[in-house]
Nanobody, 114 residues
């Protein structure tokens, strides 16, 4: 069945870095856009970044542009989100989903705090 599994979250100080991973199975990974979203406590779900299938075209929310980098390894069925220069406002649960946003992972918690 379709599965997306996020990992790599944790507690980091402001200015620090984390790399999230999204490992997918149950569908043809190379045919899908993969997207990252996040949800902070008491706030709505927010788009973070996406990457297309074959060409690897990326798109970012303005709030993370220049700090986050999304990439994919089609051989490993994995999408990465490299997060640098983290801010307290990046604290959220981060989710990955595919093109149709019909399947979601369980999320991984990112906490940025001193």
């Amino acid at each position: 069945q379709v599965q997306l599994v996020e990992s790599g979250g944790g507690l980091v100080q402001p200015g620090g870095s984390l790399r999230l991973s999204c490992v997918v199975s149950g569908f043809t990974f190379s045919n899908h856009v993969i997207k990252w979203y996040r949800q902070a406590p008491g706030k709505q779900l927010e788009f973070v970044a996406s990457i297309t299938s074959s060409s690897g075209i990326t798109n970012y929310a303005n709030s993370v542009k220049g700090r986050f980098t999304i990439s994919r390894d089609n051989a490993k069925n994995t999408v990465y989100l490299q997060m640098n220069s983290l801010k307290t406002e990046d604290t959220a649960v981060y989710y990955c989903t595919r093109t149709y946003s019909d399947y979601w992972g369980q999320g991984t918690q990112v906490t940025v705090s001193s």
